[in-house]
């Protein structure tokens, strides 16, 4: 060490210049010197190793004869012998790192190769270094990887040697393969990957005849333990308490099955043959669709065959549909499963791949889940050293299946038929009454009982699911008695398994899609039609077990069962069923309905919240959490959406949510744009820099004083939904332009102790706006004003503006819930709007009239506002056209009776969106006209009448929503089992004895208009919505 | 050698950023620091001291590996902290840092410590990127941040033993479950097993501490 230090601190024969071809003589001599490893040269050693690989790539960059030197004097066989002597790590270290840096930094071709030729690279590779150090194993494998790296069609002729059928690279890593060290295994997957896509036939026949049924047997027990260790994990954590762990084991099975796709993407035809046939017959089938019938209440019955619980398989399979998409693997994988039976146990795939045109007969293996007779180690060493004449692959193939078969005789296939046809015996011994009945209508290919619906001929789909025990199996998880915990995952796999590129849609035709054989087009599977429409309707009960994710996931299989290219083929019936679901979700979602400033901003939060994140069922499928029961607190730090609703605040979120969810349904079959939502459009906002035309408009001048005590001169203007501040247009008297938004609902106005011109006024951010990370307000200055009275007029018109912003957007989404009493405390449009805007309107907004004619359960009542939706959207330029004059007019007779400030937008840029549903605020002092001509009242009775009479067991049964009728009366039961009509306060204390339903009553009995509007505004003052001072 | 822990790192980023220029000079430093001359590694590991403690750094360059979604997922999850790396002289590698932070943030644990790295803090004449947009992203994304050179040397040891400190404040707040090895983070045999004749860093080379 010392001795080290000092040659080169001397420097006597060392040449000045580092990075020449003297200094790799020094180097070479200092080598030849030093053969044997000492205790006193190891310092010296190391340090000319790490010279060496500088040197060397620095030559490799600008000087040739550098390399020549070094190939001239064979100086890689001085790392060979330092290697065979037992050199220690530290040495060993050294050395690899410097070959990884030598092969990992030549771009010289030509170098390359010539480091290559003489096999001192694959000697190095078959060194059996002391692997249990761990920096040892580090290093090796970096440099197998690195090699790998570099491998292609000219250089795999190094490392694989085709005469004596040698792979030294390839067969030396994969040892490794189940290596306790998660980087090394994944260095050698990474290296496995760069050998399999080197087009070369020999070295790839080598691999699949030699190598391929030993590493994939291998692979695939090693896998399926895995799993049987997640499932003991799954077991055992009932209470959440290893998540940690959990959440490990979840994500390496998608590692492994990420790892199985890259190969099988490769598409190497022979290797994945091998593949396919060992995933199939030795995992997928034995393991994962074996456990498939392993319900929970038999897994006492002690079965010596390896399985994980079914909630697992369903869960792992729908991983499987997800990821991996080689169409023999995928294609004969569903097919068993929809078609199946319990024989696959003994006959395995062979039958479905050999009609899957993808196996040549012979090939396949005997199922089950069974170890490998021998470690990989051992099977490479036969495989490669014996002659070269048995290369035939099968031999490796079979007899190590018949060892298997001899040695476990509890695993053996007879046994496993016979256990398999147990099992689904004692299905049936094991049953409750009512699922015997359900079981029995299964196998005549009936509905089940419960709701009579008549079945448009669709018997064909039903051909008995008797035969089909793991498709029955998916199809009664799908009833969520207890709870959705299983029906999630029967839910992703039939969303995975209809998703899947690889699966035929000749399979799926009539199960998970719209029929296309023209003998039963567009027919659908009823069946699941109805377990899905179930889930639906069970989520809309009070306190119901199914959690949002299943009912979204549930719509979307809905969706895509009876819907073609956006038409709805869904049965009547099935409709009517899915609009009492939305009625009832309506129900729950009135019941939370309160005039509580918090509900409002709820509302808005939920929808731009589903808006923003809709279901991805792939993220769904990684997250761990799932795979615990369900559970009701937050404190496991599992999201929302994934747990049931924990106190009173979630449960109105979710009853928005589920509110939100069905009437996306409801509108899609019914083929309708959403019109209603979101409250707030964007479209008929002032954006900054739009152009308004302010003449005749309230303007308050004020100056803007910023936190950072900037000031600027500005005009305030307040819309009905928006406070803006302008700053006049040069060019144009009377017009401004927006240099600042902001909502009015989301307005704080304070007052000055010491300074009545002044007003504190800060914006806040709506929640809906995008980035939920930012909460910084939209703006929070001080605002002064010419004088005491022009500031006290501006706070009172904020104040006001405000509230009323909010009281609008409160009776939009009362007008959503069908609340009928709101329709008395809102004010309409002047006559005269109306006047002006009928006519246009009929052509203009023909596009929302479908809605207000729903063809069931139809509750609209008069909407409140809604002239002056039309007059707005009116006054609103369409995008490429507007008409200025009329424009004007309207803005300035709504300006002149309701004292607003309205604004014009010429010039505006303006995006296409004729969904726009923009409520603004109208005067609430106007007096009440209804709008028949626009807002179409239906009258809703008889047809709900209708509605709950076709379902007299689930449909909730509405009174009449006559808007003219007592409004106390006309509370609408939230109740779904007594259809007829009962005092409000029961229903709400019987049914929902958490909601409070005072501010409820407060909305719905108020006795007459001008009375509602007075104790409305009293209310929300009182509320002390806006803090006035 | 023997270790309190041993912390697993990965390096991310495009393509040319210098990332296996920077493990090469972090873990073998005494690569001295030549013109024209590039010259990286993909695999080091090296001893560094935190709050007395002996902390083996074991730092695994992912580059090359991007074809296979198995491999980059893999190496997310088996990583303690990761440095991203961009190049200060590309533009388009700074643009990039969204996609590769999405990336790591879905595949890793959520624990896993990010440093983001302005690597080629030298060509301050070719600089495209500002200092103060490096840090606005950090600040913005919730990592550490620094410019580095792989060649000069500058700042590279802080880079790597920084993100360590973070990762080994977080153990000792108990948010890194230091049992479950996937977490990239393993606890150190009590002993070394190897060569006690020679303690780590003695000869002044692997190890970057007590040279004699």
Redesign the interface.
């Known amino acids: 060490?010392?001795r080290?230090r000092s040659w080169f601190g001397s420097g006597l024969w060392k040449p000045k210049n580092?990075?020449s071809l003297e200094h790799l003589k020094y180097l070479y001599n200092v080598l030849s010197k030093n053969q044997i490893v000492s205790?006193n040269n190891?310092?010296l050693l190391?340090?000319t190793l790490?010279s060496i690989a500088?040197i060397l790539?620095?030559g490799d960059?600008?000087d040739s004869s550098v390399f020549d030197f070094f190939l001239e004097k064979n100086m890689l066989s001085f790392f060979l012998k330092i290697m065979k002597q037992k050199c220690?790590?530290?040495v060993c270290?050294?050395l690899l790192?410097t070959l990884?840096?030598l092969f990992?930094?030549i771009r010289n071709e030509t170098s390359l190769y010539y480091l290559l030729s003489n096999n001192h690279v694959n000697s190095i590779i078959v060194h059996k270094f002391d692997f249990?150090?761990e920096?040892v194993m580090?290093?090796y494998i970096?440099f197998l990887?690195?090699l790998s790296?570099k491998l292609n069609a000219h250089t795999i002729h190094f490392f694989y040697n085709e005469h004596t059928n040698d792979f030294p690279l390839y067969t030396e890593a994969i040892k490794f393969f189940n290596h306790p060290e998660?980087?090394v295994?994944?260095a050698v997957?990474?290296l496995t990957?760069n050998v399999y896509r080197v087009e070369d036939k020999s070295m790839l026949k080598f691999i699949r005849d030699k190598t391929a049924a030993p590493y994939f047997s291998n692979l695939v027990w090693f896998i399926g333990n895995h799993i049987l260790e997640l499932d003991t994990c799954v077991r055992n954590d009932a209470d959440h308490q290893s998540q940690?762990?959990l959440?490990?084991l979840v994500?390496?099975h998608?590692?492994h099955l990420?790892?199985l796709?890259?190969i099988l993407s490769l598409d190497i035809g022979d290797l994945n043959q091998v593949l396919t046939d060992h995933l199939l017959n030795k995992l997928l089938i034995p393991l994962y669709v074996y456990s498939l019938t392993k319900r929970r209440r038999h897994s006492q019955l002690e079965d010596t065959k390896p399985h994980v619980s079914s909630v697992l398989s369903l869960f792992l399979l729908s991983q499987v549909f997800l990821i991996i998409t080689h169409v023999p693997l995928v294609h004969v994988l569903a097919s068993l499963i929809l078609t199946g039976d319990m024989d696959i146990f003994s006959q395995g795939a062979s039958e479905k791949l050999t009609s899957c045109h993808m196996a040549q007969g012979t090939a396949t293996i005997k199922p089950g889940f069974v170890a490998p007779t021998e470690t990989l180690e051992k099977s490479l060493e036969s495989n490669t050293t014996c002659s070269i004449n048995s290369s035939e692959p099968e031999t490796s193939h079979t007899t190590e299946c018949e060892t298997a078969s001899g040695t476990q005789v509890d695993l053996d296939p007879a046994a496993a038929a016979e256990n398999g046809s147990v099992d689904s015996k004692e299905v049936n011994v094991n049953i409750t009454d009512e699922e015997k009945e359900q079981r029995l209508s299964l196998e005549n290919g009936v509905t089940p009982p419960a709701p009579p619906l008549p079945l448009a001929g669709n018997n064909y789909q039903q051909q008995s699911l008797a035969n089909k025990p793991f498709l029955e199996m998916i199809i009664n998880t799908l009833q969520c008695s207890e709870n959705d915990y299983a029906a999630l995952f029967a839910l992703c796999l039939l969303y995975a398994l209809g998703h899947n590129p690889g699966v035929s849609r000749d399979l799926l035709d009539g199960v998970l899609f719209l029929s296309e054989k023209p003998s039963t087009e567009n027919w659908y599977n009823t069946l699941l039609a109805e377990r899905l429409i179930r889930i639906i309707s069970t989520s809309c009960q009070p306190n119901c077990r199914v959690r949002l994710v299943t009912l979204e996931l549930t719509i979307r299989l809905l969706t895509k069962l009876v819907m073609k290219s956006g038409q709805s083929y869904l049965h009547d019936c099935h409709l009517a069923a899915i609009e009492g679901a939305k009625e009832e979700s309506t129900c729950l979602l009135r019941n939370f309905y309160k005039s509580e400033e918090i509900f409002l901003d709820m509302f808005e939060d939920e929808y731009s919240e589903m808006q923003k994140r809709p279901l991805n069922v792939e993220w769904l499928m990684m997250d761990s959490n799932i795979l615990l029961p369900p559970t009701g607190t937050p404190m496991t730090g599992i999201e929302f959406s994934k747990r049931l609703p924990c106190g009173e605040v979630e449960r109105a979120q979710r009853a928005i949510r589920v509110f939100f969810l069905i009437r996306e349904l409801s509108l899609m079959l019914a083929m309708e744009p959403e019109i209603q939502l979101p409250l707030t459009n964007p479209q008929s906002c002032v954006q900054v820099n739009n152009l308004l035309d302010l003449n005749n408009s309230n303007l308050i001048a004020c100056t803007v004083v910023s936190k950072e005590g900037s000031k600027i001169r500005r005009f305030l203007v307040i819309d009905v939904i928006q406070l803006i501040l302008v700053e006049p247009d040069t060019r144009r008297l009377g017009w401004g332009v927006a240099k600042f938004v902001g909502f009015l609902q989301d307005i704080e106005v304070t007052g000055d102790k010491d300074d009545s011109r002044c007003l504190h006024i800060t914006i806040h951010r709506p929640l809906s706006s995008g980035s939920s990370m930012n909460r910084v307000p939209l703006l929070s200055a001080r605002f002064i004003f010419d004088d005491h009275i022009r500031c006290m007029a501006a706070k009172q018109r904020l104040t006001k503006g405000r509230i009323k912003a909010r009281q609008k957007k409160m009776h939009m989404i009362a007008q959503l819930l069908d609340l009928p009493s709101i329709v008395q405390s809102c004010p309409s449009p002047p006559a005269y709007t109306v006047l002006a805007t009928t006519s246009r309107l009929a052509s203009s907004r023909l596009g929302r009239e479908p809605s207000y004619h729903r063809p069931l359960f139809t509750a609209n009542t008069k909407v409140p506002g809604f002239a002056t939706v039309a007059m707005r959207r009116e006054s609103l330029p369409p995008p490429g056209r507007f008409s200025p004059t009329n424009k004007r007019s309207d803005s300035q007779e709504r300006l002149a009776h309701s004292g607003h400030v309205v604004r014009s937008r010429e010039g505006s840029p303006k995006l296409p969106r004729p969904r726009s549903e923009e409520i603004p605020l109208e005067d609430m002092g106007s007096k009440l006209k209804p709008r028949g001509g626009i807002s179409s009242v239906a009258s809703p009775a008889p047809e709900v009448n209708n509605g709950a009479s076709q379902f007299p067991s689930r449909r909730p049964s509405f009174p009449s929503l006559s808007p003219a009728a007592p409004v106390g009366t006309t509370e609408p039961l939230p109740t779904v089992t007594v259809p007829t009509l009962e005092p409000p306060v029961a229903a709400v204390g019987n049914e929902r004895p958490p909601a409070p339903p005072s501010e409820e009553t407060s909305f719905t009995q108020l006795p007459s208009e001008n009375e509602a509007i007075d104790k409305d505004e009293r209310k929300t003052r009182r509320r002390g919505m806006v803090e006035t001072v | 050698?023997s270790y309190a822990y041993l912390f697993?790192y990965i390096i991310i980023g495009d393509t040319g950023v210098g990332k296996?220029c920077l493990l090469?000079q972090f873990t073998?430093k005494?690569?001295?620091p030549?013109h024209?001359?590039?010259?990286?590694?993909?695999?080091?590991?090296r001893m560094i001291t935190i709050d007395g403690k002996q902390i083996k750094l074991?730092i695994?360059d992912t580059a090359?590996?991007e074809?296979?979604?198995?491999?980059t997922?893999?190496?997310y999850?088996?990583a303690a902290g990761a440095l991203l790396v961009y190049d200060i002289t590309r533009r388009e590698t700074f643009n990039h840092l969204t996609t590769w932070l999405e990336d790591a943030r879905q595949h890793s644990?959520s624990n896993m410590v990010i440093m983001l790295i302005g690597n080629k803090s030298d060509l301050e004449s070719r600089r495209e990127v500002k200092k103060e947009e490096g840090e606005a992203f950090a600040r913005e994304h919730g990592l550490i941040f620094m410019e580095t050179s792989a060649k000069t040397a500058a700042n590279v040891e802080e880079a790597f033993i920084n993100t360590a400190k973070e990762i080994y404040e977080k153990i000792q707040e108990g948010v890194f479950?230091i049992n479950?090895?996937?977490n990239g983070i393993k606890i150190g045999p009590q002993h070394s097993?190897?060569?006690p004749?020679?303690p780590s860093g003695?000869?002044?080379?692997?190890q970057g501490g007590g040279c004699?």
């Open positions: 060490m010392f080290s580092p990075h205790e190891r310092g190391v340090e790490r500088e790539i620095w960059q600008n220690g790590s530290y270290v050294q790192q990884n840096i990992e930094n249990s150090d920096e580090a290093y970096s990887k690195t790296l998660s980087m295994r994944i997957r990474t990957l940690n762990r959440s490990d994500a390496e998608l590692d990420h790892y796709n890259d | 050698m697993k296996s090469l073998d005494r690569f001295q030549v024209d001359l590039t010259i990286g590694v993909e695999f080091g590991a074991q695994w090359g590996q074809a296979f979604r198995s491999i997922r893999s190496y999850r088996g644990n479950d479950n090895e996937a097993p190897t060569n004749s020679l003695s000869q002044g080379s692997m004699c």
